[in-house]
């Protein structure tokens, strides 16, 4: 469709929706602004197109989250073409320490899938594969990305095949990605794992709200995952031998909307004790949350955010000092604190009855020098003395 076609097709609807509210009058003075609204749209959408094969080709290997690929956060030269690679493996996992099983469905093995991270501008070309050993098809929809199903429609592989897709990252942010084969299979694989983040950083990196740089020294990727298990007559979570052989049963505990685990990077513990994260006093750390498919509320307990894009769009100048912050389901965040104080924080869902009694809780163990001005214990506990 031609921008003048588009343009007549905006008139129209706006049209009939005045002559439909009787506001067609008044509303005629307005037109002018409309137009100019409509101009400036249509130049922010205008992207050059490049000629993809003169640029640059990189690889990045993606790693198992937490962790982020090697990357730049101010990008050195041009556009780029970013050549990553998907394998879809259906696996069982454990999510507790109780035994309990989830066959996941995964982007490399992990839930969540990795990150990714690249440079507004840049292309990413995803060769992704899923192994014959899989029972089901999958796809990719990158939230990042634009036109069909953001990619799903272009990346259904049954097992044993793969596909290459490329897209271009117009807008910076951190952005969902996740399987959407279709109908009920849609929740079914986000909730079994198949889902992940990429990071689109603006090219010259991060900045306040004044425009002042900002630099990270590590960043981590916490993914949250709602899983569904069902149960047996006697309350015990069943066990399968596929990916899809609980199908029913996991529809209907879906439906109830009651996850029986919510958790960080794949399961229960996956972030605690010594597989905590770990920071130095003194270090700004970028912590990225994505929640693929339900609300979240993430809480550094003893910290805080300073530097909040809630939404997780780079485009929005960043809000400040949050205590705890929103993640919308479908979406991620992103937020950088710079540690104070040494010890080992709790980073929570703070829907606490999540976090302690779900899963929803990590650990990032802070190394480093106490500050009593910041905190001191100035009575240790003891018996009050006019107890009586
Ligand atoms: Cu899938």
């Known amino acids: 469709m031609s921008v003048h076609e588009s343009r007549s097709g905006v008139d129209t609807a706006r049209r009939n929706f005045l002559q439909a509210t009787g506001l067609a009058t008044a509303a005629a003075m307005a037109i002018p602004l409309v137009t100019e609204a409509a101009k400036a749209q249509t130049a922010e959408v205008a992207v050059t197109a490049e000629d993809v094969s003169k640029l640059p080709r990189v690889k990045q290997k993606l790693v198992a989250p937490p962790f982020f690929p090697e990357h730049e956060q101010v990008a050195s030269g041009g556009p780029k073409v970013v050549e990553i690679v998907l394998v879809i493996e259906e696996k069982k996992m454990t999510i507790d320490d109780e035994g309990t099983e989830v066959w996941a469905m995964t982007y490399n093995g992990s839930v969540p899938g990795p990150m990714i991270v690249v440079h507004e501008g840049d292309y990413v070309e995803l060769t992704m594969q899923n192994l014959k050993n899989n029972l089901l098809e999958h796809n990719i929809d990158f939230h990042a990305a634009t036109g069909a199903l953001g990619g799903g429609a272009l990346t259904k592989i049954m097992p044993g095949e793969e596909v290459v897709l490329r897209w271009k990252a117009t807008k910076s942010g951190v952005f969902v990605y996740h399987c959407a084969p279709g109908d009920i299979m849609i929740p079914y694989h986000v909730v079994h794992g198949m889902n992940g983040a990429i990071m689109v950083l603006p090219r010259d990196g991060l900045k306040d709200a004044d425009g002042n ?3 990270y020294d590590r960043a981590y990727y916490i993914g949250e995952q709602d899983y569904y298990i069902p149960r047996d007559e006697e309350g015990n979570f069943k066990k399968y031998e596929s990916a899809a052989e609980n199908l029913p049963d996991a529809l209907e505990v879906m439906k109830t909307l009651t996850p029986t685990h919510v958790v960080f990077n794949g399961a229960k513990g996956a972030l605690t004790g010594d597989n905590a994260m770990t920071a130095k006093v003194g270090e700004t750390v970028l912590f990225v ?19 909040v894009w809630e939404a997780g769009k780079f485009a929005d100048r960043p809000a400040r000092n949050f205590e705890t912050w929103f993640i919308r389901g479908g979406s991620a965040g992103a937020v950088t604190y710079k540690f104070l104080q040494p010890g080992v924080y709790a980073y929570v869902n703070h829907n606490l009855i999540e976090a302690v009694m779900l899963g929803a809780t990590a650990h ?5 020098e106490w500050s009593d001005d910041l905190m001191t214990q100035v009575v240790k506990p003891r018996q009050i003395a006019s107890a009586g």
């Open 289 to 307: 949350h994505s929640q693929a498919n339900r609300d979240s509320r993430p809480h550094l307990i003893g910290g805080h955010a300073d530097y």
């Open 213 to 215: 740089p900002l630099k």
């Open 364 to 368: 990032v163990t802070v190394e480093g």
